[in-house]
């Protein structure tokens, strides 16, 4: 049984894949989180607080208790689980545990993406209910743990059981506390073109945060905040992960508190979100995803790849092979007629490219970023035959067609802003801070939803497309709406993204035959709570093969690799203007949803043709890349190379890509080593080299890389 109750220790043991999470009541009902980590036996965990030394000291004995739920006014003083102001204006809160019931499967959250299972056995689900009587307060605490992997998701409901309103100031989806603090901190830093390098350093001393505020998740952290020891590597020793399935602005922190004990937390912003709760209403947190590896993390980054590709995308191309693109963005920008577009598409339509993806500029006045955002109506100069004209006529070749849209957004140079002026998030009587020229519409209106849903499903009706970029490119400012009382302001951030959520149900219900990538100025919004509606997102702006190593490599941290948009794009390269050969940004593109971002009527003769063998190796290699079990090798950020490998998940097949960034003289060959393989089985690479398991993973191979910006991609056959 997953989760069994002792009642010897007074906990509760939620067990599955090799790791396991305790939690025990006290004699006062409270919940105490007491272990999480590597598989243990239903009874191996007791907590007996007596032990704990320091009791006579000045700190109450509460504050170094393992609270599961942390709240304040009571003598504990990190970072609240659950922070509620109640009718009297205080906010102590004093949660006893209630009752709790076991159930097979998952639940879903209402309004909110999350993990799911397909058969109720995948996972068992544990739900216990903490009060405080005194004000009228619940928290139904819900953990899933899934039997193969032990992720464990975790959510929280609150619940106004008073007569009064009460005011949620804080709320954190998880908070967790780790024995010790021999521990580093792991994260992902950025910004736009630079998204997602992996920081990793001491825990220290205090509180540690990362945080959105912009609204969404953003291109500067990304919802994941991780722990681990500091021998740990790639392949192995121990990490504690978490991750928010969530598109808005988040809060997560690492700490350590006076007892020399650390704790991690993650959940929504408090400095941007409050919450009214009515009598009788109740709030649900977005989901976390927990993730324990004892084999570094690697094997941190296969359990999360496994559960997002798996059982967070949803649909019809969950497990489809993604076709090969080519958008017209880098190739023309907003300068484009109809013929050029047909042009490139039956260009990439002779080199085997599969789908045309139409970019911004197609719509209204829209020749620069200025305007026209809402006003989803063809813009007929450009396009005479209209979109539907279009796509026909890319269907007629034998392609896909897909389009751009940026859906939450409105320019004040616009149709639909002159007809309501008021659908922005504003704050009245202050002038609306512009980015990129446009305005965030207020999606935590009803109207404004239904406005964009008819709009998009008309847009995608009348262009028969099936494939949508849906696009966000600014952080939100004056986030208020016109809408909402007063002292409710402060919701609107979250009600925006609850917005954005519906919509989104909405849209991709009505298409579920449609392939739909996400986008915020490249990687801004690359996030659990996006691939839940798109199986896929445009990872970063920069296509530079170099920096995308390490955009590529820091993703897949926690995202798989079938998640990534991956561009072969022209060089010198737009975004840093650097030159790479063809053959290295096909390989690093290979690593991802590959497809081009040119034009190819302008790419020679030999060019052609080399885009065409890399094409041939996309299609023979993507369902490795996009279904295999991929691990990292070696750390672009040392700046000499990189590498990674897939395997299929049959074992019988496997890709090995190395990269050299920049040459050193007079040094040997680089020599990786493969993991995951049979060390007593035999491999054959292409070129008919059979090598020993063992030998390619205890030996390491030597691959060639000639000179700067070089790269080698070797597929491996398992023999017998
Ligand atoms: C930002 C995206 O990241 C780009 O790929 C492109 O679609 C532009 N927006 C278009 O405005």
Redesign the pocket.
Known sequence: MPITWSNTNHTWNLSGGNVSYVLHVNAARQLMGVYWGKRVHDQAITFVPEDYPGFASFDLPVGWLPHEVPTLGTGWYGTPAIDVVNPQGDHVVSLQVKDSTIFSGKKTIEGLPATYVEEEDEATSFEITVEDSAIGLQGVLTYTIFEQTGALARSMRIINTGSEPLVIRGAQSASVLLWGNDYQIVHLKGSWARERSVVRKPIGEGTYSIFSQRGSSGHEENPFLALCHPSTTEHQGEVYAMNLIYSGSFYASAAVDNANNSRMSIGLNPQVFSWKLEPSASFCTPEAVLVFSDQGFNGMSAIYHKLYRTRLARGYWRDRERPILI?N??AT?FDFTQEKILEIARTAHDLGIELFVM???WFGKRNC?NCSLGDWVVNREKLPDGLDGLSKRIHDLGMLFGL?M?PEMISPDSDLFRAHPDWCLHVKGRPSTLE?SQLILDLSRAEVQDYVIEAVCRVLRESNADYL?W?M?RNMTEYFSADIPVEQQMEVQHRYILGVYRILDAVVSTFPDVLFEA??????RFDGGMLYYMPQI?T??NTDAVSRLSIQYGTSMVYPISSMGAHVSAVPNHQCERVTSLKMRGDVALSGNFGF?LDLTKASADEREEIKQLVIMVKRHRHLTQQGVFSRLANPEGGKYAAWQYISQDGSEALLCTFKILSVPNMPPFRVRMTNLDDMADYESDDGTVYSGAQLMYQGISTHLAGDFSSCVMHFTRKG
């Open positions: 958008n963005w880098e920008y970019d911004d500029g970023d751009w940026e990129r970029k696009d490119n986008c915020s100025g490249g990687g801004g445009w970063s702006d971002e």
